[in-house]
């Protein structure tokens, strides 16, 4: 990953449970098949946790939620 990538990704988790958009969302655990189709997206390579919108099949919350953590999650 290169620069800029924020250090929730480049610790292979996304948490946007302290964004305060995201904050008292639905909490989500991505299985196998999310996981690969997130790593095909964005790179992420493990399981990781996120919180997410409910709505949408789970492909859309997974998949949107880890690409609205890649542009928002700051640097820790």
Known sequence: MGPG???ALVCNKIDLRSH???RDRIHLLLDGEAVNRIRQ????SSSF???AVTGGTVEQVFIGA???AYKYTPYV
């Open 5 to 7: 990538v924020p250090s």
């Open 20 to 22: 305060p958009f995201y």
């Open 41 to 44: 997206s964005c790179g992420i």
């Open 49 to 51: 946790e996120c919180s």
């Open 66 to 68: 880890a690409m609205l």
